[in-house]
C-alpha cells in the first residue's frame, strides 16, 4: 500500500491506495482506505497504519517542522522497524504535467502545487481556476497546457469572521457555520459572516474573469473543509473536488514509481 498524507494547518487528510492503482486515471481519488484527523491527534493515525502493509510514503506538510516531526514519529511507531523512506513533497518547476511558474518555484506552498497537479490531471484540457478554502483561501490559474500561472492568498473564512470580531469594537465571536439566505442580514453575526463569504465569493470570480480575459472556457474548481459554505454564494459555475492534494499526491507517487 502507499500511504498519501496531507498535513494543512488545522488537519492532517491520509488516504491508502495500492501500488498497482498510482497511475490509472480511473482511480483517481479511489481510495482503498482514507480519514482526516485534528492535527493534535495525529499520533492516533499509528494504530490505524500499522496493519496497513505500508510500502511507501509520499507526503505534503505545510504546518511547520513541528508537524514534519510528528508526523515522522508518528510514522516510526506505525512502522516499527520497516524501513520505509518519507518521501517529502515539494514544490518544483516542473512536474507531473505542471510547469511552476513561481519566479521562486520551491517558494511556492507545496500543497498549493499539489492541487494545481491534481485539478490538471482531472481537467487536462481545460484553464482552470483552482480555490481551495481551508484556513486560509489560496486562488491559482493553470493553463490548459499544465503552466501555473500564479495565485492569490487571502485569509479563509473562519480566519476572515475571528479576526473582525476580535477587533472590532462590540462585536460577538462569529462562528463560520451560520447558514444565509440573504446577503443583507438583519443581525450582527450574520452580518459579518455575509461579508466574510461575499468576500471570499468575490475574489474567486474575480479570479475566474480575469483567467477568462486570456482563456476560454475557464472552469473553476473548488476545494477545501469551507467550500461547501461559499460555493452556494458562487456567481460562476463551479466543479467541487474532494482531497485535492491527495490527488496530486497520487498523481506524483505514479510519476515517480
Same mark, same amino acid.
Given at each position: 500500500m502507499v500511504l498519501l498524507i496531507d498535513a494543512g494547518n488545522t488537519r492532517v487528510k491520509w488516504a491508502l491506495i495500492p501500488g498497482r492503482d498510482l497511475d490509472l486515471p480511473h482511480k483517481l481519488g479511489q481510495w482503498a482506505a482514507s480519514g482526516s484527523i485534528e492535527r493534535a491527534q495525529v499520533r492516533? +493515525?499509528?494504530? /490505524?497504519?500499522?496493519?496497513?502493509?505500508?510500502?511507501?510514503?509520499?507526503l505534503s506538510n505545510v504546518a511547520g517542522p513541528a508537524m514534519r516531526e510528528e508526523l515522522e514519529q508518528t510514522m516510526a511507531l506505525a512502522l516499527g522497524l520497516k524501513p520505509v523512506p518519507l518521501e517529502w513533497f515539494g514544490?518544483?518547476?516542473? +512536474?507531473?504535467?505542471?510547469?511552476?511558474?513561481?519566479?521562486?518555484?520551491a517558494q511556492l506552498g507545496c500543497d498549493r502545487f499539489a492541487s494545481a497537479i491534481g485539478a490538471h490531471a482531472l481537467f487536462p484540457d481545460a484553464p482552470l481556476i483552482v480555490a481551495t478554502c481551508g484556513t486560509a483561501t489560496t /486562488?491559482?490559474?493553470?493553463?490548459?497546457?499544465?503552466?501555473?500561472?500564479?495565485?492569490?492568498?487571502l485569509p479563509g473564512l473562519g480566519l476572515m469572521a475571528t479576526a473582525l470580531a476580535k477587533n472590532t469594537a462590540q462585536l460577538p465571536q462569529v462562528a463560520e457555520h451560520i447558514a444565509l439566505s440573504e446577503p443583507f442580514a438583519d443581525n450582527t453575526d450574520a452580518?459579518?459572516?455575509?461579508?466574510c463569504i461575499a468576500a471570499q465569493a468575490g475574489a474567486i470570480e474575480r479570479a475566474v474573469a480575469a483567467h477568462a480575459r486570456n482563456h476560454s472556457d475557464v472552469q473553476c474548481i473548488l476545494a477545501g473543509g469551507a467550500a461547501h459554505l461559499i460555493a452556494p454564494h458562487l456567481s460562476v459555475p463551479y466543479r467541487k473536488v474532494d482531497n485535492l492534494v491527495l490527488i496530486?499526491?497520487? /498523481?506524483?507517487?505514479?510519476?515517480?514509481c
Open positions: 492516533q +493515525l499509528a494504530d /490505524i497504519w500499522r496493519d496497513a502493509n505500508i510500502s511507501r510514503v509520499v514544490s518544483v518547476a516542473q +512536474l507531473a504535467g505542471v510547469r511552476n511558474k513561481y519566479r521562486n518555484p /486562488i491559482d490559474a493553470v493553463t490548459a497546457d499544465g503552466v501555473f500561472v500564479g495565485g492569490m492568498i452580518a459579518i459572516v455575509s461579508g496530486g499526491l497520487q /498523481i506524483v507517487a505514479g510519476t515517480s
